[in-house]
């Protein structure tokens, strides 16, 4: 069963950094891809960045590219998005979603089989 949590959200300033986690709790961790989504109450839920299985590929929505970083570490199995420069339309509830031998260019919601429960980030103007 692939179970996944996330961690790091919280309260920030407009210009501020986080840093999120998404333990899996599963063994075979290193053969799914892993990416994250956002959502805001009433909205459709949002590619926000993916690491392949194999780590070698990462992609990024174009709203987030060069201030968001998604990274895995298998040993922990855990991904991070660090996110710095961080802007209050950033302000959503993060999810991590896990697809198996996925390389990290799948970018709809329905796409990943597995979803943690997610944590809320909020950037203050």
């Known amino acids: 069963q692939v179970q996944l949590a996330e961690s790091g959200g919280g309260l920030v300033q407009a210009g501020g950094s986080l840093r999120l986690s998404c333990a899996a709790s599963?063994?075979?961790?290193?053969?799914?891809?892993i990416a994250w989504f956002r959502q805001v109450p009433g909205r459709e839920r949002d590619f926000v960045a993916a690491?392949?299985?194999?780590?070698?590929?990462?992609y990024y929505a174009d709203s987030v590219k060069g201030r968001f970083t998604i990274s895995r570490d298998n040993d922990k199995n855990t991904v991070y998005l660090e996110m710095n420069s961080l802007k209050p339309e950033d302000t959503a509830d993060y999810y991590c979603?896990?697809?198996?031998w996925g390389t990290g260019s799948e970018r709809a919601s329905y796409e990943y089989d597995s979803w943690g429960q997610g944590t809320q980030v909020t950037v203050s103007s």
């Open positions: 690491n392949a299985w194999s780590g070698r590929g990462t």
């Open positions: 599963f063994r075979t961790f290193r053969n799914y891809a």
């Open positions: 979603a896990a697809r198996p």
